[in-house]
């Protein structure tokens, strides 16, 4: 069974098509980068899976559970690092992993073991009861990286992660992906950066107007190459919108 599944997943606000019929299928293992311009579809898409919007028609399948029919059970087994979002301000950095640890379900000795380790691995164990709001934005993120991973999920989304983060904590943190990747978890990675995608993902998905244009496998080629590609497909997406407008 495939880690995540859509089929025919569509999405209007309005007269704009957020969502046209997207079919996708990322198996266990894989680290799915989600590649396309603003306004592509990229963060319905996420927060459709993760059970916090409704499509308008359609099936997903995250983890053998369906986020649409049963939103609470899906996002126990997801871990969810949004682009924009911040840790608590009026909690400490300790007692956000608390209450994060709690709405997953784990137990103290689980979770403060875990809490450790990630603490040494991104460097902030002198800042566990410092105040979310007093952090610096890098350390925010920091913060946001562990809850995400801090049950150990089977599924993580994760929008723009190196946002933030100084080029040796990127570093760690890419490696780190590569790890949990191969440990046979998946990785479902939204990003604006064609250099980012070619380096840590093992496929790529290009996503335009909300209909998935092409699916490539972009180790070996290089971001040049991966920017060429998405590039050509989406001015060639482009273009037959014009056509199919002008004949209208």
């Keep these: ?48 899976l993760t059970g916090q919007l409704v499509p308008d028609s359609g099936e997903a399948l995250v983890a053998g559970v369906d986020p649409v029919e049963t939103p609470v059970e899906a996002r126990r087994h997801v871990g969810i690092l949004p682009e924009s979002g911040r840790p608590p301000s009026y909690l400490t950095v300790r007692e956000y992993f608390e209450f994060a640890a709690a709405t997953r379900g784990m137990d103290e000795s689980t979770r403060d073991e875990r809490v450790d380790r990630w603490a040494e691995r991104l460097e902030f164990a002198h800042k566990l009861d410092t105040l979310c709001t007093d952090l610096s934005q ?44 191969q ?13 980012t995608a070619a380096e840590v993902c093992t496929q790529v998905g290009i996503i335009n107007r909300g209909r998935l244009l ?12 991966l920017l060429d590609r998405f590039f050509a497909s989406v001015d060639e997406d482009v273009s037959e919108a014009v056509l199919k407008q002008g004949s209208a």
């Design 183 to 195: 440990d046979g978890n998946t990785l479902f990675l939204s990003t604006h950066f064609v250099e």
């Design 1 to 48: 069974m495939a880690a995540i599944k859509t089929r025919e997943l569509s999405k209007q606000y309005g007269d704009v098509v957020a969502l046209d019929s997207l079919s996708l299928a990322v198996e266990d293992g894989e680290c799915y980068g989600f590649l396309g311009p603003n306004g592509a579809g990229k963060s319905t898409t996420i927060n459709i």
């Design 214 to 225: 092409e699916e490539l496998r972009p180790r070996g080629m290089g971001g040049d190459a």
């Design 138 to 181: 890098g350390e925010q993120q920091k913060v946001l990286i562990t809850q995400a991973f801090l049950h150990e999920p089977q599924v993580v989304f994760i929008d723009e992660p190196l946002t933030n983060l100084d080029p040796i904590m990127q570093e760690r943190v890419k490696q780190f992906f590569e790890t949990y990747r």
